[in-house]
């Protein structure tokens, strides 16, 4: 700001960082636009969002001109030139050239300068510079997943600092839109469609995170349709990544059910305390799935699906494939599919998840583990050591256990 010299229009335009112009509305909004990012509008932490807020209180402050300049001729003018007794009124000018010319050229030349300041600012925005560090956000009800180029997907963004990020984003339900406000970033997730944005922040924030929101109204858990972009410096940023993407070996299947049950978005339709949600609960699942219990919209039993050819595994895994093959009854075909977004191999961390909340299957699983049948027995069950040994009471659903093998 310091140093400021008068520059001309072209100069404000084409070259952003260095817009100082003699004009004293360019003046208050790069201050306003320094103010503000403390007083109203989130922290400004990436390199377009002081361009944003400038063009923005550029034109608050044309709007309040002259709000607040109409506002009081009209209240002086209705005061001034009330009807008195005894004046009689004027006949009304017709016609004045000059003001004229005034009220069209002025607003005109103003509707120009917006224009201008708004289209530099819409194409540093659609125009990624080169050597963009690439991320792929998919949207679906109601969260977000984003995947690094090393094939890891996470529920949070992570990025470095300093360095262009491209975005390339699409939906895989309905139209959602990627919106964080510190970085002044906004753009539609449509489905059948990739769209592309970019930005470079500018501040470290790998502690509390910038928020990520969802800002078209895309059903019932839209509001909590959230996550957040942490700001790493570059080291560490590499080091999260490697760390982040080896987490599968790092865990127990049990472990990795939850996760996939949190990153995933499973959280958001599926309650793990027996409370109805958008979908069934988790809680104790896995009993009624095992033994046929789950009832589906066309009256049938999940029990008349269950055989050698589609074990309890095999209904999970078509869950969350093809979730419209099968409706639970009571609830609505809401279920995205998951197929080229969870692997084959995370079907069984799924399981898992689902048999550690479930009642029943614990109680055996202890059981099993308690009562150890002799070594020479062992051996055959060895490879599923959370199924109920063979020496224990008949299982409860004879199908899915004789599949088993
Ligand atoms: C947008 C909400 C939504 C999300 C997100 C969602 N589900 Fe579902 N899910 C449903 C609904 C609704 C049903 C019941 C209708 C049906 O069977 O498709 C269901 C059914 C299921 C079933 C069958 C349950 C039963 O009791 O028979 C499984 C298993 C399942 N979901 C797993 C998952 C997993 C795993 C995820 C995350 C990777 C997930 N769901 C994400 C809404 C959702
Ligand atoms: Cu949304």
Known sequence: MTGCITTTLQNVVMDAPGYCVDTSLFMISEISA???QSFWMPTQASTFARYVDYVFYFILGIVSFFFILITVLMVVFAIRYRRRTGMNSLPSVSHNLKLELAWTLIPTLLVVIIFLLGFKGFIDITTPPANVY???VIAQKWSWAFQYPNGYVDSQLHVPVN??????LTSRDVIHSFFVPAFRLKRDVVPGRYHRAWFEATEINDVDGFD???????GTGHSQMRSKVFVHDPTAFARWLDTAARWETRMSPVQRGQEIYEQRGCKQCHSIDGTKNTGPTFKNAWDDIVEGKTTFADGKKLSSFLGPKFTPEDYVRESVYQPQAKIVA???PAMPSFEGQLRDN???AIVAFLQSLSDKYKSQSQMAISNKPAASQVASTQSEPAQPALTQPAPIHPT???DKK
């Open 330 to 332: 009571g609830f609505t």
């Open 400 to 402: 899915s256990q004789g």
């Open 163 to 168: 360095r262009p990020i491209q975005l390339t």
């Open 346 to 348: 995370d079907i069984p």
């Open 212 to 218: 990520i929101l969802c800002s078209e109204y895309c």
């Open 34 to 36: 320094q103010l503000g």
């Open 134 to 136: 690439p991320i792929t």
